[in-house]
């Protein structure tokens, strides 16, 4: 399983935005990237996935290079409550497979 | 219905006490997956569940006992756990390659005195 590394913590203001950036140097051809959010005391939440170039949604961009060794997820115009752990994943996605969390960014925004 | 619903949400037991964890779907999804959190570190994975049918145990100690009835059902018996065990269970299911990814109930606070 390709193994994930991420900055432990970032700041960041309210109205900015924020690019997490990960590595998965050992990404396997049939591996996706997917980020997930987590606040204190709830389950991860699904943000975005992607396998190549760039993939946006309505809450996040996710821009991944050539060689996809690394990822970076892109939150437009903070707001405080995106003050979370973000993680990132890489896997096949298959039914039954496993999904491992690495050590996540703990992202604070501030007013 | 897109969610994972997990009771009960807050549980307090004894050492010598035996409960059980519930996590129930109904996205049809056909694996379904147990982690266990510690406060400030990532969701560790327990157990998988494809098709009913127990894939991987991540050498969970017995005192934990998966059961998955159907497959819209996970249950996690616990027997003679000790206070180490207290943390966040989670529960989570997918589908093949979904693009929502795996879907994660809101987990049991678990504390064991």
């Known amino acids: 399983l390709a193994k994930t590394t991420q900055p432990i913590s970032m700041d960041s203001y309210e109205g900015q935005e924020v690019n997490i950036t990960c590595s998965h140097n050992?990404?396997?051809?049939?591996?996706?990237i997917t980020w997930y959010q987590q606040f204190p005391s709830q389950g991860p939440r699904f943000i975005i996935q992607g396998y190549k170039t760039k993939v946006t949604n309505e809450v996040a961009s996710l821009f991944i290079p050539a060689d996809r060794k690394s990822s970076t997820l892109s939150l437009p115009r903070v707001s405080l409550s995106d003050t979370a752990v973000y993680y990132c994943l890489v896997g096949d996605g298959n039914q039954g497979g496993k999904l491992i969390f690495g050590q996540g960014t703990e992202l604070s925004v501030k007013p | 219905d897109t969610e994972v619903t997990q009771t009960p949400k807050h549980l307090v037991m004894g050492m010598t006490n035996k409960k059980s964890l519930k996590c129930e779907q109904h996205m049809g999804h056909r694996a379904m997956y147990w982690y266990k959190q510690k406060a400030k570190k990532p969701p560790e994975l327990m157990f998988v569940?494809?098709?009913?049918?127990?894939?991987i145990n991540e050498s969970v100690p017995s005192r934990f006992s998966p059961e998955c009835p159907n497959s819209s059902l996970l249950n996690l018996h616990l027997h003679a756990l000790q206070p180490e065990d207290s943390a966040l269970y989670l529960c989570?299911?997918?589908?093949?390659?979904?693009?929502?990814?795996?879907?994660f109930g809101s987990g049991t606070r678990l504390t064991v005195v």
């Open positions: 569940y494809s098709y009913e049918k127990l894939s």
């Open positions: 050992n990404i396997a051809t049939n591996d996706y």
């Open positions: 989570a299911s997918t589908n093949t390659r979904t693009v929502n990814g795996y879907t």
